[in-house]
């Protein structure tokens, strides 16, 4: 097959999760012998020599964390939301020169989300979006006459080809905003990659060790951990200790920790790199993972697991819906409350942490590898695939089109700034 595939970012550029599985993703379709090329955005690195990999997509600038204006971030949330004629145009020159066989999306937010999934069904491209963010909540959350035009006039724009969930609880989110995600939806988990030696794992002494990986801030729990934290102290544990690394303001969780005097008990750190992550689970004992119900699925769930790093997760995120408490993961009510309760029983000799080790590490080294997600969306992809044909007037006509509706949206988002 000859596979286009869009994201915002892609490594050595990536926020998360997202970025780096559809780089997973891409590489084990190219080993599989698929033509696959990656349409994306310029790395700051500058100049990265990637094969196959295009970095002519503009992204809209949403994504530094300053306070613009109101009218630049109206135009911002334009470009990055709705349309940016510059992508169309691009991706529309590309599949003419390339001829693939199906296009597979992935994170679009900053791209112009509205106006690529469009134009595709505009010119008969056919499309499956991998979605791992709410993306199309975002897309719906812009208030500008031509997202009426692009949405078309039954709100099918999302409808035209299949989507790649990987929860029912980010699809429930989309609904939430009013968006009409269509009856193409394929949920698939997402996955580990890692499958090291679990005889490498220290072993467990008399302290219990916590571990949390990821972006530090109260949308994923870091407070929580740190009041549980107080909370056994002040039951009289302890015999445990609790490192988080990431991004985030980790010097104020740190000054958190001193002023509640769990410093000796709670170490925060900052960011650890891709190849630093996997030891530090098999060093620790659980994992925690407080996040917030909207958590779609996070990838650190499973490579824990896969480490025999016991989750303990948000009973209602998105993870929660692929693993059944007790017998992979140890689920919690989100509460600092829940989480001392949970983690009191393991000290306590109340939770069979040794079983659920096992049991966790099987399910994530078998359900929830690369190789079996991979399998399915290869078939997907295979099904969703349609002969390439080109049409030189209907492509000249939806560039035209589509640069007369950036325009139209870019006039009238300025003109409700104004008016605001």
């Known amino acids: 097959m000859r596979i286009l595939v869009v994201s915002n970012f892609y490594p050595p550029e990536f926020f998360g999760g997202y970025e780096l599985g559809c780089c997973e993703i891409v590489n084990g379709l ?3 012998n698929h033509d696959v090329i990656v349409c994306t955005t310029p790395s700051h690195l500058g100049f990265v020599n990637q094969p196959k ?13 300053v306070v613009m204006r109101s009218d630049c971030q109206s135009l911002a949330d334009i470009k990055a939301r709705l349309i940016n004629y510059h992508n169309i145009s691009v991706l529309l020159d590309i599949a003419a ?3 693939p066989d199906v296009v597979y999306l992935w994170n679009l937010l900053g791209l112009g989300v ?3 999934v469009s134009v595709l069904n505009h010119v008969g491209l056919p499309w499956v979006w991998h979605l791992m963010d709410r993306v199309p909540a975002a897309v719906s959350e812009l208030r ?3 997202l009426e035009i692009l949405m078309d006039s039954d709100g099918g724009l999302f409808t035209r080809g299949t989507i790649v969930a990987v929860s029912n609880t980010l699809i429930e989110e989309c609904k939430s905003f009013g968006v009409n995600l269509g009856d193409q939806i394929v949920f698939l988990p997402t996955w580990t990659s890692r499958t090291g030696d679990l005889a490498a794992r220290s072993q467990r002494g008399k302290t219990l060790r916590c571990l949390y990986v990821g972006t530090l801030g109260e949308h994923k729990g870091t407070g929580f951990i740190l009041e549980a934290a107080r909370l056994l102290i002040r039951q009289q544990y302890r015999d445990f200790s609790i490192d988080l690394h990431g991004l985030g303001d980790c010097d104020s969780y740190r000054s958190k920790a001193l002023q509640n005097n769990i410093d000796a008990f709670v170490r925060v750190h900052g960011p650890a ?4 992550v996997y030891p530090l689970y098999l060093e620790h004992d659980v994992f925690l993972f407080p996040t917030s119900p909207r958590e779609p699925n996070a990838f650190a769930v499973y490579e824990a697991a896969s480490a025999g790093c016991v989750p303990l997760i948000s009973r209602i995120c998105g993870n929660a819906e692929w693993l059944v408490d007790n017998v992979h993961v140890i689920k919690i009510d989100r509460s600092a409350e829940g989480l001392a309760q949970a983690l009191g029983a393991v000290l306590d000799g109340q939770i069979d942490l040794e079983g659920l080790r096992r049991r966790g590490s099987w399910a994530a080294r078998t ?10 969306i290869q078939e997907l992809l295979e099904r969703s695939a349609r002969p390439f044909v080109y049409d030189d007037s209907r492509w000249q006509s939806a560039k035209i089109t589509y640069n007369l509706l950036e325009k139209v949206a870019i006039q009238q988002g300025f003109h409700a700034a104004s008016e605001a």
């Open 30 to 32: 190219r080993r599989n």
């Open 53 to 65: 990999t295009l970095r002519y997509l503009e992204l809209a600038d949403i994504y530094r964390p």
């Open 97 to 99: 020169h390339f001829q």
């Open 114 to 116: 509205a106006g690529i």
């Open 144 to 146: 500008n006459p031509g």
């Open 273 to 276: 790199s891709q190849e630093e």
């Open 367 to 376: 359900s929830f590898t690369l190789s079996s997600v991979l399998g399915k």
